[in-house]
């Protein structure tokens, strides 16, 4: 609404432009071209192994049609100016109307600076910063270009064509490259809204060159966090309170100050930090201490108690989508099914342990961390020194992994390392949590219990379909896609109270698609029906759902016999604006242990810019499921964390990795993400080849445990 009310003066956004440089001339705010016609593209979002630099870099190299070798990248800085808004774009139901994009664009962007949004998540990248940052850019500073030829020229705009960094004048045989172009471009208004080239006419997207982003990977020269290294710096291991919620009473400092090397013992709000010349000094001198908490309730303090809190909370389930009469339906249901599904805290535990660098000296503070939203790290570093933001500077390094545990409301680490410099002024301080530390002190995938009903008709159909679970409202994760007459889903708040609870990789889908993916099975049984059969005719309304569904299962080979002890299982989501099938294929030997074969994935996300990057990060997605489905628990005692690393909450293995086959369908449709959507299918449809396997129908994650306890 906001919009509507400064549309007619809302200023441009892509006009808003850096200072120029010698040399260097800005033509929108994302794009500058040097007069050596070298094109910095600048990206506000972050490198955390997705790829999504490249892919948006290329974005705007398309619609520039710039020589994608004369292209950088660089990584947008924690500035107000670089506030991204068009993320927004990737959350709000339909599309906004043209006329209010101005102003929609502006208002947005003004709200991103006041709560400080840079953030990199939700598979939005792509379809929001791409389709509406970087394509618009490009074509804007495309446009700028020409006009800048045309009027040098004193020739007609549309006798222009534009190629490989050139702007070129057929009938004059004159061209000139955008160097050339560049400090006339730079003085032209910036088109608000360019005309974008449609499909049929990209050169670069849908092409996959190297991303740039890896070769310094592989020769090591790519420096994340916890690489940081600074003269003078001083090193801080922590230990924080094991229940969330106690505070630091006392702690006798003598045992650490006897260590060699120590500097000094620092009392945080909930944490003793030791800090050392070397982290291994700092490390073996926290582990002397003996830190007293404040007693706290507990709230559920063990699993038994989590679930069985949750499960009461259900009773007071209010409602989230409801049509028709689903008691009614049920009670004339053909067959009718019930069942009870139980998925476990999760971590994330990402490779990079959780690290920050902070110097704090001159009246200045500087911080070296990675984080999936800059700005918002910036604020909070500012309030731990108790600084102006002004005053901070934030230097927003690679990230070893995340899926959700550096994002805003998550910056603990921030805070710590922040706290501790500022006691170490003007000394830097590299914070670098221990292995057990960041397991212990996560923000963790909420537990979830969901109790369903379900029933079909003499013809096999499927009719009814009730719903009980915790998880907020999260109406979309929470509804199947299936066309069901009789529709009852209710959720409760409930969340645990001795732990903390994030956003983990697909947030509710991860959990939501297990449920209601292996309820369809069950269904589809119940029905004496294939499952694909099952699926495919309650999504007579939904083409594109087909589509995938039916690409997976023929590329898996449905339907074809298996030797004995192994089997296929089938699962579909829409998450992200995308959608993903899976058919898994396992086997499940005498002794209970599941041994994933292949996994095959169709996936339909609109366009695919960057096939190979989009190919990675599917099949990342898919062996990241798979960990927690086979594996991943988090458990309670006390109150306390119980799992310490990767010993007791492992990992997929290398000699474990299935193969995995991914097609994907291009479409009209709007463009998808792709970071998430190949993370919740991976679990019903293995839940669902262990049934098929085995005949033992498993509704508790993680898999393997529950397969051996069934």
């Not at 599309?95 to 600076?113: C, E, H, I, N």
């Not at 221990?434 to 969901?450: C, G, I, T």
């Not at 409760?492 to 209601?516: D, H, K, L, M, P």
Request: with cysteine; net charge neutral.
């Amino acid at each position: 609404m906001v919009g509507v009310g400064v549309v007619a003066f809302a200023p441009d956004r892509l006009g808003l432009l850096p200072p120029s440089q010698p040399e260097q001339h800005w033509l929108t705010a994302w794009l500058k071209i040097a007069s050596n016609g070298t094109v910095t593209v600048v990206v506000p979002h972050c490198d955390m192994g997705q790829g999504a630099q490249t892919a948006l870099a290329m974005m705007a190299a398309e619609e520039l049609d710039a020589e994608w070798s004369q292209v950088i990248i660089e990584e947008a800085p924690a500035e107000d100016a670089y506030a991204n808004s068009h993320i927004i774009r990737a959350f709000i139901p339909g599309a906004v109307p043209a006329w209010l994009s101005r102003g929609f664009d502006w208002s947005t962007y003004k709200l991103a600076q006041t709560i400080g949004l840079q953030v990199t998540g939700g598979s939005a990248s792509v379809r929001s910063t791409g389709r509406y940052g970087m394509q618009v850019a490009g074509a804007a500073a495309c446009a700028m270009l020409m006009q800048a030829a045309a009027q040098r020229w004193s020739v007609p705009l549309d006798q222009l064509s534009v190629s490989q960094s050139r702007v070129v004048h057929e009938a004059s045989a004159r061209s000139a490259g955008f160097g050339e172009l560049a400090a006339d471009a730079a003085l032209l208004s910036v088109p608000f809204s360019p005309a974008l080239k449609a499909r049929k006419d990209w050169r670069l997207l849908g092409t996959s060159p190297q991303r740039r982003d890896i070769a310094a990977k592989v020769d090591g020269s790519l420096r994340y966090g916890i690489d940081v290294q600074l003269p003078g710096l001083l090193h801080a291991s922590v230990r924080a309170a094991p229940v969330q919620g106690s505070t630091l009473l006392s702690v006798d400092e003598a045992p650490a100050r006897a260590m060699p090397g120590v500097q000094a013992v620092i009392k945080l709000a909930d944490a003793v930090a030791v800090v050392a010349n070397t982290w291994w000094q700092a490390d073996q001198a926290v582990q002397k201490l003996q830190p007293q908490f404040s007693a706290v309730s507990q709230g559920a303090a063990d699993n038994a108690a989590l679930f069985a809190s949750i499960e009461q909370s259900l009773a007071k389930a209010s409602g989230v989508t409801q049509h028709g009469d689903a008691d009614a339906a049920l009670a004339k249901a053909a067959q009718r099914v019930e069942a009870r599904y139980q998925l476990p805290l999760l971590a994330h535990a990402a490779m990079e342990p959780l690290n920050a660098t902070v110097r704090i000296a001159d009246g200045h503070c500087e911080v070296w961390a990675g984080t999936q939203d800059p700005l918002s790290a910036r604020k909070v570093a500012a309030a731990a020194a108790d600084v102006s933001k002004d005053t901070v500077t934030l230097h927003n390094m690679a990230l070893g992994g995340s899926f959700g545990r550096r994002l805003p409301g998550a910056f603990d680490y921030i805070d710590q390392a922040t706290r501790i410099a500022k006691a170490m002024s003007p000394a830097p301080v590299k914070l670098l949590w221990s292995r057990s530390e960041d397991m212990q002190h996560d923000y963790y995938r909420p537990a979830m219990v969901a109790t369903l009903q379900g029933g079909v008709d003499v013809a096999g159909k499927l009719t009814t379909w009730r719903a009980r679970y915790n998880g907020g409202a999260e109406a979309q994760a929470g509804t199947p896609p299936y066309q069901i007459d009789n529709l009852d889903l209710r959720s409760s708040s409930y969340a645990a109270q001795s732990v903390r609870e994030g956003s983990w990789r697909s947030v509710g889908f991860s959990q939501q698609c297990f449920v209601i993916e292996s309820f369809i099975d069950e269904l589809a049984h119940a029905a004496q029906q294939d499952p694909l059969a099952f699926r495919l005719a309650a999504l007579q309304h939904a083409p594109r759902h087909r589509a995938v569904l039916q690409a997976a299962a023929q590329r898996a080979q449905w339907g074809e016999p298996l030797p004995s002890g192994q089997g296929r299982g089938i699962a579909l989501v829409e998450a992200f604006g995308s959608l993903c099938a899976q058919v898994a294929q396992v086997q499940v030997d005498a002794s209970g242990v599941i041994r994933v074969l292949r996994m095959v994935a169709a996936v339909d996300c609109g366009a695919v810019i960057h096939p190979d990057g989009a190919l990675a990060q599917v099949q990342g997605g898919i062996l990241f499921g798979l960990s927690a489905a086979l594996y991943g628990e988090i458990t309670l005692a006390q109150g306390r964390v119980v799992q310490t690393g990767f010993g007791d909450y492992p990992q997929l293995r290398i000699d474990a990795v299935p193969q995995v086959d991914v097609e994907f369908l291009q479409s009209d449709a709007p463009l998808g993400g792709l970071g998430e959507p190949g993370v919740p299918p991976a679990a019903p449809a293995l839940a669902n080849a262990i049934f098929a396997a085995s005949g033992k129908r498993l509704r508790e994650l993680p898999l393997q445990r529950a397969l051996r306890e069934a």
